[in-house]
């Protein structure tokens, strides 16, 4: 992995220039400051400055980068932005001196429960033209209370029975000093296990950012997928912006959702050089209408990273028989999908196709996150309503009572963003569109749990079935 300046995110940058605009003046009595967004469970949040928004929605895990205020005592709170307003103070630091000339790193740690500041150390050395200052912040909570090793070696060294760099816990920090710029492999080790490191971020190219400093914080993995390879990862903080450094293990996640009503059972074969010669790949061998796999509906299938041709064929029908090949889908490490087959086969519109759709599994404690998928091409365009449970009945929504749908004029194939809602009860109603305002999908006293992620996909009836029988498929995250 080579560290350079295209691959830093972006967000950081237009953060930090909120911050600065709302809180810089024209004198040169300067301090400069940067936040760090680090508690992985925690929603996105509102920075105030005596009481002013100085960065709006910074999210996990990002920075402001560092920005230009004036020198002076500042009294700092942090809101979280929650759904039906925000809760007002989860932290709140009165006081705080900001020095001319200085530079500060505020760094929003832990969980929820015990979510405070830290004031984090940049590194004391000075980096050379051919060099990078380095320190390190222990934030994450998914390893809190375990002592770790930290080796950064040349690629590929042995480390076993060698002293590690550093070893720290949770909140601890490091300064790793000034490294001469180059190639490097940084493992974090527990329990002295240096055969099977914790995290591997194997070759790290830390050449672009010759004469920088850097804040590396370990901070937790957010979805099944990345924590399969490590509970942690790094992320490299510059002065403007951040780059995440996943351990080197780390695979896509693929999940499969048969929505073709007429398909009958098929078998599924992934082609992929990320596959070697494996390709192509019998990966699902026997799968019938609304079945998922994995069958549990919140699991996912770990798949090397790379481009991926899917084919279809009836169940023991083979790949040379395949009903439909799709084009190339990009899987990425770290990143995960539902694959929906959807459409039909023989005849009629829409013809088969497959939805792929990227999911954000991060689990945030102030909310429920739903997307919703339009997976039944016998609806047409239809009206969903998410309410309260009981608020409305079924005829009420029928019959425009409830007032304006979540989602209005909803369409085959198409799928949302994640809408964050209260942790709560709800009544789902897909409401058929033309006119006739009947409610194809009736679901009440659906639970949405705190933390919880869903993607909702209606479906229609089973071939041969009731007619009436529209439903919803429902995927979760662990």
């Known amino acids: ?59 996990y895990p990002q920075s402001t ?46 969980d929820t429960d015990n979510i405070g500041e830290f004031i984090a150390e940049e590194s004391a050395a000075t980096p050379g033209a051919d060099e990078v200052a380095i320190s390190v912040l222990h934030a994450a909570t998914s390893v809190e209370g375990v002592n770790v090793d930290v080796y950064v070696t040349a690629p590929g060294a042995d480390i076993s029975g060698t002293g590690p760099n550093f070893s720290f816990d949770f909140k601890g920090q490091a300064d790793a000093g000034a490294l001469p710029v180059g190639e490097y492999q940084i493992r974090v080790v527990a329990g002295g296990d240096t055969a099977n490191p914790a995290y591997d971020s194997g070759t790290v190219d830390l050449s672009g950012f010759a ?11 957010v979805n099944s997928t990345t924590r399969e390879a490590s509970p942690v990862k790094l992320v490299a903080y510059t002065d403007t912006a951040q780059v995440e450094l996943i351990d080197t293990r780390t695979t896509a996640g693929a999940r499969v959702v048969h929505l073709s009503p007429d398909a009958g059972a098929v078998e599924v074969f992934a082609s992929s050089d990320a596959l070697g010669s494996a390709s192509p790949a019998e990966i699902i061998d026997s799968f019938a209408y609304t ?19 899917f084919d279809v064929a009836a169940a023991n029908g083979g790949i040379g028989n395949s009903i439909f090949t799709s084009p190339a889908l990009p899987l990425s490490a770290a990143t995960e999908y539902t694959v929906i087959a959807a459409g039909y086969v023989a ?78 009860d709800y009544d789902v109603r897909v409401v058929t569109d033309g006119g006739a305002g009947t409610a194809a999908i009736n679901v009440e006293g659906f639970n949405l749990a705190a933390g919880s992620v869903s993607t909702v996909i209606a479906r229609q009836p089973v071939s041969g079935g009731d007619p009436t029988d529209f439903s919803v498929i429902v995927l979760g995250n662990q």
């Not at 004469?211 to 993995?221: I, M």
């Not at 005849?347 to 945030?364: Q, V, W, Y």
């Open 1 to 59: 992995m080579k560290f350079n300046n295209s691959t830093i995110l972006a967000s950081s940058v237009i953060v930090g220039a909120a911050l600065m605009s709302g809180c810089s003046s024209d004198d040169n009595d300067k301090s400069n400051v940067r936040i760090i967004h680090a508690s992985a469970d925690a929603p996105a949040v509102d920075i105030k400055l005596n009481d002013a928004v100085a960065a709006p929605a910074l999210d």
């Open 211 to 221: 004469g920088q400093k850097l804040l590396l914080l370990a901070v937790n993995t």
């Open 291 to 309: 079945d998922t796999d994995p069958a549990d509906g919140i699991s996912y299938s770990y798949v090397p990273a790379g481009d991926y041709i």
């Open 347 to 424: 005849a009629g519109s829409p013809a088969f196709d497959l939805l792929p759709t990227a999911d954000s599994n991060r689990s945030i404690v102030t909310q429920a996150s739903v997307k919703v998928v339009h997976g039944a091409p016998l609806a047409g365009t239809v009206d969903v309503f998410v309410t309260p449970a009981g608020q409305f009945t079924k005829e009420q929504v029928e019959s425009g009572a409830a007032g304006a749908p979540l989602l209005d004029d909803f369409t085959f194939a198409e799928i949302t963003d994640y809408v964050p809602v209260a942790p709560g």
């Open 65 to 110: 980068g560092f920005v230009s205020i004036d020198a002076g005592t500042y009294n700092v709170a942090v809101d979280a932005i929650v759904p039906g307003g925000n809760l007002q103070g989860v932290i709140k630091v009165d006081g705080i001196t900001f020095e001319k000339d200085q530079r500060y790193t505020v760094v929003a740690i832990d």
